[in-house]
């Protein structure tokens, strides 16, 4: 079974209006909502890929309940623990008539220890033999180690690790020796201190993570991504496309990384429907994924270099 981690999610909220006026009545033109969160849009991924996954995090108060909700409605089963502070949510606000927009968000919500250990109950119940992806950041206040402990506690009983992160919990979660890590070459230079950048260099940073780290995925953006294994490196190349967005994008790699490695696939194949799935993710507009037609027809014309 899929299970994806998503500790901070949020319920973003967008709006349009013709002009923003202040101290005054704007009518509100179109809006949208949505659950937000990289584990939340890896298991998107995973769904439209054909799969099924179990969110798991925290939420709390009345955007907790209608960020749960609103997975179900999208088909996604969550398993979330509850808290007492509100979920985190945003507000982008667009106006038409000067094509410039707003973003306005909360802060983290404040976690007890109490809460910690009802979301470690959860992880307890996933069934040895799963997957589990774990995406995004660390609440603020919270111990930058959470992801290191869970992936220890993960391993103890026969279950992958799937880690991208960034900063201190990133660096600290490696260090536990997850299945497997996808840092974008940004998330990598600031883990290895480096400022790599060429595909040589990138390879012999990743030298120092080998004996601890089984798979290691570095995505380079259109130039694809590169696959560190005991059974060979590869560079996976995505064809030339017109980029609209790449936000969602490395989601979209991972959910087609893990989908295809959780049914026992080959680590060459994982990078071909990985970088179909982010490439495709790039066609869309702001805030979306990648669509399975998309990732069918990019996936014939990635080309995978060995090295």
Not at 46 to 64: D, N, P, T
């Amino acid at each position: 079974m899929l299970y994806t981690v998503t500790l901070d999610p949020l319920l973003e909220r967008a709006v349009g209006v013709e002009e923003l006026v202040y101290d005054d009545v704007n009518c509100i033109i179109e809006e949208h909502k949505r659950p937000g969160g990289k584990g939340i849009d890896v298991s998107r991924v995973i769904k439209e890929l054909g799969g099924e996954s179990i969110a798991l995090g925290f939420a709390g108060g009345y955007s907790g309940l209608e960020l749960t909700d609103m997975l179900i409605g999208e088909g996604i089963v969550s398993d979330f623990a509850r808290i007492n502070s509100e979920s985190r949510s945003s507000i982008t606000i667009y106006q038409r008539k000067k094509k410039i927009q707003t973003l306005l968000c909360t802060p983290s919500p404040a976690i007890s220890q109490a809460e910690v250990d009802s979301f470690f109950e959860k992880a307890n119940e996933i069934p040895p033999g799963s997957d589990v992806v774990i995406s995004g950041n660390v609440p603020a206040g919270l111990d930058e180690g959470i992801f290191a402990r869970l992936i220890k506690a993960l391993k103890k009983r026969n279950i992958k690790a799937f880690l991208d992160s960034d900063q201190e919990a990133f660096r600290l979660g490696v260090d536990a020796s997850p299945f497997l890590i996808k840092p974008n070459i940004f998330e990598f230079n600031r883990l290895t201190g480096g400022s790599v950048s060429e595909v040589k260099e990138i390879a012999e940073a990743v030298k120092h993570y080998r004996d601890s780290v089984e798979y290691i995925i570095v995505s380079i953006g259109g130039r694809g991504a590169l696959g560190f294994s005991k059974d060979g490196d590869y560079h996976a190349r995505p064809p030339k496309v017109k980029v609209r967005n790449s936000l969602g994008a490395g989601d979209s790699l991972l959910g087609g990384v893990v989908s295809v490695m959780s049914k026992s696939g080959s680590f060459e194949e994982a990078l071909r429907v990985g970088v179909a799935c982010g490439t495709a993710a790039t066609l869309g507009i702001s805030g979306s994924l990648c669509k399975t037609t998309d990732v069918d027809s990019i996936k014939k014309e990635v080309i995978i270099e060995k090295f």
